[in-house]
């Protein structure tokens, strides 16, 4: 297992690594922000925003040429099936996404991260910049990266209201996310009590991140660790990190931050409702009882339709066929086939029982 943090320059030390060797990038790099003098708030005070000594580039040349060198580094560290997040606003994800589709980089996504709780433009003199913006890339377009794409649909809370959810109303996870910028208690504060970093990310989008695009165990690498939130949310759904970070006080911090994380084992860790259900055949579920040569399969409100072979295909009006392909026929639809788990269903007691209902309760006595 492996869970180390990298104090050091994140493109030597990247060099060092395997080719191949892991499964997930998250890249924070530096923005370039470009910021000068002191950003004042409307009451007069200080806002204290990222004008840090490891944000300052030259030129765009300078910028270009550093984000090249270290996208090539990632570029031959990720396993040929891998995938990389990469996150940055206006200033710099430009430059980024231009790089990486130089670089052989195919996009899977854009992700908005709609800031619940932007800062505000003090002076009033453009729009409120309340937005950066996720790329998600692979090798290649072939690549067969890892969506746990129903883990997606239990981490939505963009577009489903708790109150739904509650009820069990899922859907797709989408490429806008709301989620606050870090602040309260998640917030790393030095032991003088001031902020430690100016750009810690919040804990729930690398949790999504990391739930949606990776496996227990996979290796998740960091080049521009800072506070090490890749890391603590890695440790905390069961995956392997490197963290790569230059300065020491944020290494020592993360490092403790660290400490203090245990994995959670969860369904979302395990992205067990992504779990491909067990293979089962009539065959197997006749031999076992649940379902008996002969009987009737019915429609949801009709009479019985067909009768089961000992085969698992279905006798209608004497001609035997496929459950799926039945299904169509008796329906009078122009497909070949039907899904005959969604049409057909069976008597137990009396009622009508769907035969999906059955085979999970087949699926279930082999547990
Ligand atoms: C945007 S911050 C990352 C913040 C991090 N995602 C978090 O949640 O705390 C970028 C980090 O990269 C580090 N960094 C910048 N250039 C670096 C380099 N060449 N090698 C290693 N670390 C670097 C900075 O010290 C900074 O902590």
């Given at each position: 297992m492996q869970q180390r943090i990298i104090c050091g320059d994140t493109i030597a030390e990247m060099k060092k690594l395997p080719s191949g060797s892991i499964d997930l990038i998250f890249a924070d790099p530096p923005y370039w922000m470009r910021t000068e003098g002191v950003l004042t708030r409307v009451e007069g005070t200080d806002f204290d925003g990222c004008n840090d000594d490891?944000?300052?580039?030259?030129s765009l040349e300078d910028y270009d040429k550093f984000t090249e060198d270290w996208l090539t580094e990632c570029y031959r560290l990720l396993k040929p099936n891998g995938s990389i997040w990469v996150i940055g606003g206006m200033q710099c994800v430009y430059s980024i996404g231009a790089i990486m589709q130089k670089l052989g980089f195919w996009f899977i996504n854009d992700v908005i991260?709609?800031?619940?709780?932007p800062t505000p433009n003090?002076?009033?003199?453009?729009?409120?910049?309340?937005h950066e913006t996720l790329l998600w890339a692979t090798k290649s377009k072939k690549a067969k990266y890892t969506f746990n794409y129903k883990t997606g649909k239990e981490l939505n809370n963009d577009t489903v209201t708790e109150e739904a959810f509650a009820k069990g109303e899922r859907k797709q996870l989408g490429s806008v996310w709301r989620i606050a910028v870090c602040q309260g208690t998640e917030r790393l504060k030095t032991d003088n009590g001031n902020k430690l970093h100016s750009t810690q990310k919040p804990e729930e989008i690398l949790y999504r991140v990391i739930a949606i695009s990776s496996k227990m165990g996979d290796v998740v690498l960091d080049p521009?660790?800072?506070?090490?939130t890749t890391a603590a949310m890695a440790k905390k759904l069961g995956r392997q990190y490197i963290m790569i970070e230059r300065d020491e006080t944020y290494c020592e911090y993360g490092q403790k931050r660290l400490d203090a994380i245990e994995f959670e084992d969860t369904p979302i860790a395990r992205a067990a409702y992504d779990e491909k259900p067990l293979k089962v055949s009539m065959e197997q579920m006749i031999a076992a009882g649940y379902f008996t040569e002969g009987e009737w399969f019915y429609f949801k409100?009709?009479?019985?339709?067909a009768q089961l072979c000992a085969d698992g295909k279905l006798n209608y009006n004497g001609e035997i066929i496929d459950m799926h392909s039945c299904a169509a026929i008796a329906r009078g639809v122009?497909?070949?086939?039907?899904?005959g788990f969604d049409y057909w269903y069976v008597k137990r007691d009396g009622k009508l029982v769907s035969i999906s209902e059955v085979r999970d309760n087949y699926r279930q006595s082999l547990k």
């Open positions: 490891w944000d300052q580039f030259q991260w709609h800031k619940k709780n003090f002076m009033g003199t453009r729009l409120n910049n309340s521009f660790g800072g506070t090490m409100a009709g009479d019985g339709v122009k497909a070949n086939r039907l899904n």
